[in-house]
C-alpha cells in the first residue's frame, strides 16, 4: 500500500513540475515583448 502511495506521489510531482515548466514557457514567451517595449 505504501508504495502505491509513493508512486503516485511521484507521478503527481511529475505532472506538476511539466506543468510548471510549461506554464514558465508560456510566461516567457508573453513577457519578451513588454521587455522589447519598455527597453525602447
Known amino acids: 500500500m505504501e508504495i ?6 511521484l507521478a503527481f ?3 506538476a513540475s511539466y506543468f510548471a515548466g510549461v506554464d514558465s514557457r508560456q510566461l516567457e514567451l508573453v513577457r519578451q515583448p513588454d521587455i522589447q517595449r519598455w527597453s525602447r
Open 13 to 15: 510531482f511529475a505532472v
Open 4 to 9: 502505491a502511495v509513493f508512486v503516485l506521489s
